[in-house]
Structure formats: structure tokens, C-alpha cells
């Protein structure tokens, strides 16, 4: 009878391992058939060596131990033999990179520049775009209260920290508790960092007395707490209870643990407070959100008049094109190029230039004991920055020709004199902030990054195209927002850099076959359209459904 088995077999029998073979018998001299374990003689031609080692193996395999040395006895072989055969010559296996690994960009323009020069066979693409879609289908419809409101429950100070679209994050998310703790929100203070190092105040970005005025009927805010009730903290913040919120708290936190604490202080402090609130949220609160961030949020005086002004001046320049043009989000500047650490052209000087810039920004980060680096594989994960080389035949392969006008939103980019230059003799058209505006005119704002990247965000908005190149707080709200501005659609090109990389690393490619590819990411883009917010995205990059509303189809017509 066969034994139960109590182990589940998952649908399969699994048999029982084979016996262990029996013992070897012992050899004894003189015993069994003649010759029976007796290893023959050497090779009558065997050499001394060949001669000695078989007489080891004769004298071991007489002995019980023979197993117990038989790893020695093979290694000793070997060795032996080897003293016979010539190493001279070693053969060296070269691995080759993976494809995409390499940063070989500069190879391919070079392999392209004749034949894309040469090229007249399509019509530009900044007229032919966004065809494939429907524009109307949605329409911005954030509902401002008209009644009054009830008595506050106190004082809420928040420090919103990073730069200008991540404090941006912050005050929207702050504008959103308040009113959903019905308190009293304190314009929130900006958090001086050392990479943006920009001492700006609230009302040096925005306007700080239209953001009150609007937000009057929903949120409560002021300029700063009353003097009777900071006398209970002599007259200091930082005496005041501060709040240490995790990242993508839900709301509810701050119901069953912020509000009773309010209820208790009157006054308290929430420091950091960029992405301390999750973008899961009640509809009360997205409202909230969206009338912040699209209605209430407006840039200062200073900086809307230059921002317009330039817009004014792109659509002057480009208006063989319809006043069409094209702006590019590019950050290849010396910070984040050393943050991404990605290696592209610059050598050893590229380096050191690295190294020193990791330091001072982020010391001891990148040098942790244990922490491994590998370049190649941030560069095919689609992880590096776009350089103004890449951009160029980026947008030349999907179509762009070199009469475009393109906007350059960017910080000081890294060794401009030479990596800018093959971008400008793709698009010589090619206009930035300090090309468009006089040095008077910029004055008021160059030792101030944040309200220079608010002039960015301005003549962004406004461009029929808008291309993002490596993420980040800048493009996403521009993309939001520009949905809201443009029926739904953002009307913006995100490249697949994964492909990118691919594509880059390949010098012998065709441009048939290059711009095959990109026509065919352009095109993804094209026809995307409007895209709904899921519960976990940002409501300041899908406005839909929670900012806007869908438009009747008798009403689009």
C-alpha cells in the first residue's frame, strides 16, 4: 500500500527520490576476479611527470580515503597539465554597451545634418498640428460661494518651500485646508533654499490683494496673525506649535489630528508643507484646489506686464507662421544636470564640473558608502536630461522646420557655448528671455529665480505648442493649465525618452527612418487630447473633470 501523502501536490505526483547507491566494496588484495580494481600501468611513452601521477593515484585508490581526496587529485591534474600549455596570449572579451547606454547624440547629428538640411518634402509641422483633434468639448466651471462664513476656527501658517511650481503646490493645498477646517489661512512664507536662493515674498510672484479679494467668499486670509493673540507666544513664530505632516496625507488626518489642535492653540504652524495633502480628495476640497490655483493665483503687476509683453513679441516675430510658436522647457542647467548623473560629451572637465556642483548642492548625498551610480542605465530608463543638441533633431524629426520660432524656457545652461550652438543652427529662429527683453527691462528680476521662471511660465502658457523635456513641478502645472486655457487639451509634446535614447545611440540610422520614428511620438501626442484625472494624479495637471465641465454638444456646435 502506498503511503498518504500530506502534502499538498498542487496537481502533480511528485516520486520518491531513488535509493542511495550501495558502499563500493573495500579493496583487498588477492580477493575477487583478477584485476578487478587494479588500475592498468602508465602509457608506455608517458613522461616523468604523466609517470609520477599515476603512481599518487595508484597508491590513493588502494586507500579507504580516496573520496575524501579526490578534489585534491583532480585540482593537482590540472595544475599539472597546465604547466604543459602556453599562456602567452589571452584572449580579452570586450562587452558591448547596451543600446540606448551611450550618450553618442553629437555621432547621429553629424550623420544626419546633411541629408535634414536637404529635406523640404513636408509642410511644417506648427500647421499642421493638433489636427487630429476636437477642440471645445470642455469648458472651466469653478464655482465660487457667495455667502458669508461662519466663525473661524483659528490661525493656519504654512512655509511652502522649493521653487516657484512647488510653492505654488503649496499655497493651493493650503488655500484647500483652510477651507475645509474653516480656518483662517496666513499668507504662506517662502522658504529661502540654497539652490534657488530666492529671498522673494508672496506679493514680490503674485498678487497678493486679488488672491485675498477672490478667495473672500470661501477662504478667510490675511496678511498676518493679530498682535492680541501672538502675545501668547511672545511674539514669535517659532514658538508656536508646529505640525510635522507626512507627505500625501489624506485628509482625514488633518480633521482628526490638525483640527482639534487648532480648536485647542488657535494658532498653528505646518512647516514644510509642499505635498503634505493627497491629491484623493473630497470634490470640496479639489474645488478648492482649482479656484486657488486658476482663478485666484495671479503673477504680480511687474511680472504680467513683462511676461505679455514678450508673448506680444513671440507672436510679432512668428507671424508668417499665424503668430504660432513653439516653446521648450529645457533643463540642462549645471544643477540638474549633476543631479540626474548622467555623462554626456564634456569629458574630464564635465567631471569635476559634476563632482564640484553635487557637492555644494547636496553634500555627502552622492558619495554615501555603498551607493552605486550606474550612468548607462539612467540613460536607457529615459532618466537624463535632454541636451539643446537632442531638442534640435527632436523637433526637426517630428516636423519642425528651421524658419520656427521657438520660446527657450531655461535657467543658465550648463557650457552654453557649446552646447548651445547645434540647436541654433537647427532653429536660428531660437529667442529666450534675455534675446526678447532689454537688460532694463530684466533688471528687476535677474537675482531672482523664481519670479524669472514666472516670465517662463507666462510666455509657456501662451504658445501653440508646448515641448517638456524632463518633468517636474514647471511642465506639469503648465500643463494643467493650459488645459484649462485650451478645452482640456495641453497641447504639449512629452516625449517617450526611452525611445529617445535608442534612437541617439544609433549612428549609422537613416533620416527616413529617424524621422519616421519621431513623426510617429509626435502623433501620440497629437491625438491624445484631453486626459481625465485619476484619483492619485494632480489636479493641477488634470484639471477634468474636477476644474472643468464637459460642454453640451448642442452648445459646442
Known amino acids: 500500500m502506498l503511503a498518504y501523502n500530506r502534502l499538498p501536490s498542487s496537481g502533480h505526483s511528485t516520486p520518491s527520490p531513488p535509493a542511495s547507491p550501495r558502499r563500493s566494496p573495500r579493496y583487498r588484495p588477492g580477493r575477487g576476479k583478477p584485476g578487478r580494481f587494479t588500475p592498468a600501468g602508465p602509457p608506455a611513452r608517458a613522461n616523468l611527470a604523466h609517470r609520477l601521477a599515476w603512481l599518487l593515484l595508484s597508491v590513493l585508490l588502494r586507500r579507504q580515503g580516496i573520496f575524501l581526496f579526490a578534489p585534491l587529485i583532480y585540482i593537482s591534474g590540472m595544475l599539472l597539465y597546465m604547466g604543459t600549455v602556453s599562456f602567452d596570449v589571452v584572449p580579452i572579451i570586450k562587452h558591448r554597451p547596451a543600446p540606448g547606454s551611450v550618450y553618442r547624440s553629437p555621432q ?97 510672484i503674485y498678487n497678493e490683494e486679488y488672491f485675498i479679494s477672490t478667495l473672500h467668499n470661501d477662504v478667510r486670509v490675511v496678511n498676518k496673525i493679530p498682535g492680541y493673540m501672538m502675545e501668547r507666544f511672545d511674539h514669535n513664530m517659532s514658538n508656536v506649535y508646529n505640525f510635522r505632516v507626512k507627505a500625501w496625507s489624506p485628509i482625514q488626518y488633518y480633521k482628526d489630528e490638525v483640527l482639534p489642535k487648532l480648536l485647542e492653540e488657535k494658532v498653528i504652524r505646518i512647516s514644510p508643507f509642499a505635498n503634505r495633502l493627497s491629491f484623493d480628495a473630497p470634490p470640496a476640497v479639489q474645488r478648492l484646489r482649482c479656484l486657488a490655483n486658476y482663478e485666484a493665483l495671479r503673477f504680480s503687476s511687474p511680472i504680467l506686464t513683462l511676461g505679455e509683453t514678450l508673448v506680444a513679441r513671440m507672436k510679432e516675430r512668428s507671424a508668417n507662421h499665424g503668430g504660432k510658436y513653439i516653446s521648450v522647457h529645457l533643463r540642462f542647467e549645471e544643477d540638474m544636470v549633476a543631479f ?111 519670479r524669472m521662471a514666472a516670465i517662463d511660465y507666462t510666455v509657456c502658457l501662451h504658445s501653440e505648442v508646448f515641448v517638456t523635456t524632463q518633468g517636474g513641478n514647471f511642465p506639469h502645472f503648465l500643463m494643467g493649465h493650459r488645459r484649462y486655457l485650451f478645452g482640456g487639451h495641453s497641447k504639449t509634446i512629452k516625449p517617450d525618452k526611452r525611445k529617445l535614447a535608442i534612437l541617439f545611440d544609433n549612428p549609422n540610422i537613416g533620416w527616413k527612418s529617424f524621422k519616421r520614428h519621431l513623426l510617429n511620438m509626435r502623433s501620440h501626442s497629437d491625438s491624445k487630447g484631453y486626459e481625465l484625472k485619476r484619483p492619485n494624479d494632480s489636479t493641477y495637471t488634470f484639471p477634468c473633470p474636477d476644474c472643468m465641465c464637459r460642454v453640451n454638444k448642442s452648445e459646442a456646435k
Open 340 to 450: 540626474s548623473c548622467c555623462v554626456f560629451d564634456g569629458g574630464e572637465q564635465e567631471k569635476e564640473d559634476m563632482k564640484e556642483a553635487r557637492e555644494r548642492g547636496w553634500k555627502g548625498k552622492f558619495t554615501k558608502p555603498g551607493r552605486i551610480i550606474r550612468p548607462g542605465a539612467i540613460r536607457i530608463n529615459g532618466k537624463c536630461p535632454l541636451t539643446p543638441l537632442e531638442v534640435g533633431l527632436m523637433l526637426r524629426g517630428m516636423g519642425f522646420d528651421k524658419n520656427t520660432y521657438i520660446y527657450l524656457a531655461s535657467g543658465k545652461i550648463y557650457n552654453a557655448e557649446k552646447t548651445m550652438t547645434p540647436l541654433l543652427e537647427m532653429f536660428p529662429n531660437l529667442q529666450t528671455k534675455e534675446m526678447l527683453a532689454s537688460e532694463e527691462e530684466l533688471a528687476p528680476f535677474k537675482n531672482y529665480s523664481s
Open 108 to 204: 547621429v547629428y553629424a550623420k544626419l545634418k546633411p541629408e535634414m538640411d536637404a529635406d523640404n518634402s513636408s509642410a511644417d509641422a506648427i500647421s499642421t498640428i493638433w489636427k487630429s483633434y476636437k477642440g471645445g468639448e470642455w469648458k472651466p466651471c469653478v464655482k465660487k460661494s457667495s455667502g458669508g462664513l461662519p466663525e473661524s476656527n483659528g490661525y493656519i501658517s504654512v512655509e511652502a518651500n522649493g521653487g516657484l511650481n512647488q510653492q505654488r503646490t503649496s499655497i493651493c493645498n493650503a488655500v484647500a485646508l483652510a477651507g475645509y477646517l474653516n480656518a483662517t489661512l496666513v499668507i504662506p512664507s517662502f522658504h529661502y533654499h540654497s539652490i534657488w536662493k530666492d529671498p522673494s515674498k508672496f506679493g514680490d
